[in-house]
């Protein structure tokens, strides 16, 4: 099958347009605004550099959603590693149509914001490792208190109970993890500008999470099960998606593996810079666990289960069962087809270090637009198909997404068009809409082989 063209920010029916027209330059303004917060707590005696390079960087982040307003041509990056020249190759070799920010492919423009965002701290001296999304991370885990208390006491009361566990009740616990990394996904801070906060925290909880069971369109989970129960022990990856509830359900259901001895190591992989506002950066790990132990972060009446939650990560860390390892390949705007040997942009070495895995978590939205290419895949292709060569790759791995954009394979023939009607039933105007919204997922799993 050929492959058929990538969404564009052209597309009017694609959330590509309303992501490029109305998310991102709110993402811009909240970046001015937080570069402009911290500036105004310096010293201006003794920070009057950093004042001066925080100053720089606002009117280079106001150039930029300037560009994009008056939709102009993306630019080439500046920068002289590896990374950036790979971008400034992908640009070149757009389609002359495609070079600006209203006609470019959606997934190559947005991954290209960011990087772009992230030239403008990296060049100074200053504010290299400055995190600019950090606050509004900070805010929403702090808001996810209901979902965290639960979540802690559910670890808590479970590893008591791991000793003398039947594998039955073992995989019906499983599941339950599954489910909890999934639906964590759906706490997506890119999202706040068009999602209401207690509509997150409705999605965050045991009893939404049955509610939305239906909503799982595609479930490979025993398939999953098969792979990780087959051996015991054995080395785990989860390529994270987003900081904050989801990377505490992500840690929770690493956790569990460790403990029930389904792995013996877990590797995180969390991107190198600030990255689609929410995603996990190394240092979050540490804030994550400083934050649960933090007096009044969280509400004091599940202290007891927030404490043993962050000893158990401590421990497991420093015995380097639990560990961190970052590639520039996931802030790379190419599809996970690079995943092999001879992939580009460092794909060829993520692709060494995955195949001694017994299977990878893809979590959250964007890797499956990568996974799948960000294309326009027939909704009823085969996974298999629109997989390209992951499908024989050699590496074992699952997606935990909930749906947030417009690429889906794998549906049976017809569930499109139900799903639609079904959104439009539900008060919708929009039939395309239920793809955007989150409120639906996909669990979906390769053997790697064909
Ligand atoms: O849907 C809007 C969007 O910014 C997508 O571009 C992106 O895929 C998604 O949000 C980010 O979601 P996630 O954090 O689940 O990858
Ligand atoms: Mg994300």
């Not at 005696?45 to 994009?68: A, F, N, Q, R, W």
């Not at 690493?254 to 950066?281: E, Q, T």
Request: glycine share 6%; hydrophobic share 35%; with cysteine.
């Amino acid at each position: 099958m050929t492959i058929p063209s990538p969404y564009l920010n052209s597309d009017k029916k694609s959330f590509a347009a309303e992501s490029c027209l109305v998310r991102w330059p709110k993402i811009l303004t909240g970046a001015i605004d937080d570069v402009h917060r911290t500036v105004m707590e310096l010293d201006s005696e003794k920070e009057s550099e950093k004042i001066e390079e925080g100053k720089s960087i606002i009117s280079s982040v106001t150039k930029l959603k300037h560009e994009l307003g008056k939709n102009a041509k993306l630019t080439p990056l500046e920068g002289s590693d590896r990374a950036i020249k790979e971008y400034n190759d992908a640009l070149e070799a757009l389609p002359e149509g495609q070079k600006s920010w209203l006609g470019a492919p959606w997934l190559y423009s947005e991954c290209y914001m960011y990087q772009r965002l992230s030239t403008y701290f990296k060049n100074t001296k200053h504010w290299t490792s400055y995190d600019v999304f950090l606050r509004q991370k900070t805010e929403t885990f702090h808001k996810s208190a209901g979902g965290v208390g639960e979540l802690a006491a559910r670890y808590q009361r479970l590893a008591g109970e791991l000793k003398d566990i039947s594998p039955d009740v073992l995989q019906i616990l499983f599941n339950e993890f599954v489910d909890i990394s999934l639906w964590g996904n759906a706490t997506d801070l890119s999202l706040l500008t068009s999602i209401s906060l207690e509509d997150i925290q409705s999605l965050q909880g045991a009893a939404a999470r049955k509610k939305n069971e239906k909503n799982i369109l595609v479930n490979d989970t025993d398939d999953i099960w098969k792979t990780i129960s087959g051996t015991s022990g054995g080395r785990i990856d989860f390529v994270l998606d987003n900081s904050g509830f989801e990377l505490l359900t992500d840690l929770a259901f690493a956790l569990f593996l460790l403990d029930s001895k389904l792995a013996d190591h877990v590797v995180l992989h969390p991107k190198n810079i600030p990255w689609f506002v929410s995603d996990v950066l190394p240092k979050d790990f540490d804030y994550l666990v400083a934050q649960l132990q933090q007096p009044g972060f969280f509400p004091d009446d599940h202290r007891e289960s927030l404490d043993y939650l962050a000893e158990r990560l401590i421990e497991y860390h420093s015995n380097n069962k639990l560990t961190i390892k970052t590639s520039d390949f996931w802030t790379s705007y190419c599809p996970f087809w690079e995943i092999k040997a001879g992939g580009i942009n460092g794909g060829s070495e993520v692709h060494e270090f995955l195949k001694a895995s017994k299977l990878v978590f893809y979590k959250g939205d964007l890797n499956h637009r990568k996974i799948l290419g960000d294309v326009e895949w027939p909704r009823d292709t085969k996974f298999t198909t629109a997989i390209q060569s992951m499908a024989d790759a050699g590496v074992k791995f699952a997606t935990l997404r909930t749906i947030k954009a417009d690429v889906v394979a794998g549906l049976p023939t017809g569930r499109e068009e139900a799903l639609e009607k079904e959104w439009l039933a539900l008060g919708n105007d929009n039939k395309y809409g239920w793809a955007w919204s989150g409120k639906y997922a996909v669990i979906e799993y390769s053997s790697g082989q064909k």
